[in-house]
Each structure stands twice: as C-alpha cells, then as structure tokens.
C-alpha cells in the first residue's frame, strides 16, 4: 500500500489489529480508523494498538461499515484483509459507498488469503471483475507466504 506518512486510511474489519499496528507505524501526522462488528476483535486490536491510540494516529471502533458514521471524500486509502464484505448480497452498495468515502486520488486495496494458487488466481479474477464493475481501474499482485498460502491483492482507482 506504500503508506505515506500524512495517509488518512480507512480499514474495514480489522480482526485483532495486525494491520493496524503495520499502518500506524507508517503515519506521522496521518490517522488510521479501523473498523470491525465484532466486540471482541475491537477489543483486541485496541489492546494491541494502545500506543498509537495514545498517540492519536489510531482509532478503532465498533461498527459494521454498513452503518459506520465516517466522513466522505476523506480517506486516502482503505482496505480489507479477508473480509466477506465484498461477496455478500449488497457489496454493490458497499462498494458504491466505498467510492464516496476516499478523497480525491484514493485509492481502494482488497486483500485476501487463499490455501492454493488456484484459489488465489479465482480470488483475483473476481475481484477484478467486481472493482471494475463499479468504476474502478484495477491492477492486482500476490505473495506465497508460509504453507503455500498466496496472500492477493487487488488495487482499485476510481474512474469514473
Ligand atoms: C476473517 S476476519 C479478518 C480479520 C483481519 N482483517 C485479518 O486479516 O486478520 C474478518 C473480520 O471482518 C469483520 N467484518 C466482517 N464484515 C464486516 C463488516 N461489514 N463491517 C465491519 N467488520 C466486518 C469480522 O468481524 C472479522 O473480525
């Protein structure tokens, strides 16, 4: 994601807050908000980020992105690590609201970890498929990492 150090990032469904702490360690006067639905996981990944909380280059709060209140036209980045969000009966919609939400240049990135080369090229293609459905450029890249697991990406730009 080349995070610059003034990047205002938005991570939707953020688990225990190993991005977070990935993130924020970039940003000097940038801020990242992180989401997730799950009280449990807003509680771990603030336990794991208090440092930057403290700092004020951090903030994670319960909600689910449906309804999160978050500003428009506001983030230069936002991105998800294997969150279903996207495959689910109104991504459409989500992805519309996705769009709105990054600043002018923004840039959307979907991560996801797949088992086997074949899942992840599948994972890609869709991906693709529905970013450009929506409006975006896209262009994808992908790492094997531990156990064969290929870890995906695909990059969005608004074009429309
Ligand atoms: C498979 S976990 C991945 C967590 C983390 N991104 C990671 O890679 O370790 C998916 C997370 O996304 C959250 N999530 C799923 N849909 C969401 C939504 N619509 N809004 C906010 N959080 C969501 C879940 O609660 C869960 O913590």
């Known amino acids: 994601m080349a995070v610059a150090p003034d990047d205002q990032v938005l991570e939707i469904?953020?688990?225990?807050?190993?991005?977070?702490?990935?993130?924020?360690?970039?940003?000097?006067?940038?801020?990242?908000?992180?989401?997730?639905?799950?009280?449990?996981?807003?509680?771990?990944?603030?336990?794991?980020?208090?440092?930057?909380?403290?700092?004020?280059?951090?903030?994670?709060?319960?909600?689910?992105?449906?309804?999160a209140d978050l500003p428009t036209g506001h983030f230069t980045k936002i991105f998800a690590v294997n969150v279903s969000l996207f495959w689910l009966g109104d991504a459409a919609q989500q992805i519309a609201r996705m769009r709105s939400l990054l600043a002018p240049g923004g840039r959307l990135y979907v991560f996801g970890e797949r088992p086997t080369e074949a899942h992840a090229t599948a994972n890609l293609t869709a991906t693709e498929l529905l970013l450009e459905t929506h409006g975006f450029a896209t262009t994808t890249s992908s790492a094997t990492r531990g156990q064969g697991r290929v870890l995906t990406c695909v990059t969005g730009t608004p074009i429309r």
């Open 13 to 67: 469904g953020c688990g225990r807050g190993a991005a977070v702490s990935l993130v924020a360690g970039q940003l000097t006067t940038g801020r990242i908000v992180a989401i997730d639905r799950a009280t449990t996981m807003v509680r771990l990944a603030t336990e794991r980020n208090l440092s930057h909380i403290d700092a004020g280059r951090a903030e994670i709060r319960r909600a689910g992105f449906e309804s």
